[in-house]
């Protein structure tokens, strides 16, 4: 990721722009809600995003036999947005594993608003699972809940996390080519102070 000095140079770089309605927002327009394999690795972006993203994990057994990856069966993890500790003991359990979800410090909600309507479906695809970038982040369901749709002139994460997610926030919006709000602007420019 950038230094501070350099996001700041971009968020001041991004085109700033009413945000466009979103009545027509619709989540399958960036692909399943199922996590594709877009790097060809064996893994869905959700398990490369465990994997990366954990400080202690239990692999389970080869699940691709031609690239060597193993699938994520437990963990420990740190609430990217609030800094809590999230353990996931069984990770093929449904009702554990939906207490650690993938979230896009981008929302498929705020792209779509920001410029990715008029984008190629592979495109939104392509953004709704990169790894490449900090677009996708291990937190705890209520706080991906909490977030949901919104950026962060709405929202924003533990004062800890500020000066992070909206590093993050800049190099993805850099990198897609996506629009900030006025508001979010200044937002960002607030939290990029704290760094």
């Not at 008029?118 to 677009?135: C, G, I, L, M, Y």
């Amino acid at each position: 990721m950038p230094g501070t000095a350099a996001s700041i140079r971009a968020l001041a770089a991004l085109p700033v722009a009413p945000r466009e309605r979103g009545t027509d927002f619709c989540r399958a327009a960036f692909g399943p809600d199922t996590w594709p394999d877009l790097d060809g690795n064996g893994c869905s972006a959700r398990q490369d995003t465990l994997r990366r993203q954990a400080r202690r994990v239990r692999l389970g057994v080869i699940r691709s036999h031609s690239t060597g990856c193993h699938e994520v069966l437990g963990g420990t993890w740190i609430d990217a947005y609030t800094g809590a500790v999230l353990t996931g003991a069984n990770m093929k359990d449904p009702r554990t594993a939906g207490t650690i979800q993938i979230d896009h410090v981008v929302s498929l909600f705020d792209a779509w608003v920001s410029g990715a309507r008029t984008w190629p479906p592979a495109k939104r695809v392509q953004f709704a699972n990169d790894t490449s970038v900090h677009e996708l982040y291990a937190v705890a369901a209520q706080t991906n809940f909490d977030k949901s749709y919104r950026s962060v002139e709405s929202w924003q994460p533990a004062p800890a996390a500020r000066c992070r997610v909206a590093r993050a926030v800049v190099e993805v919006k850099t990198a897609y080519g996506l629009s900030v709000t006025a508001g979010e602007r200044d937002a960002l420019a607030s939290m990029l102070h704290t760094c």
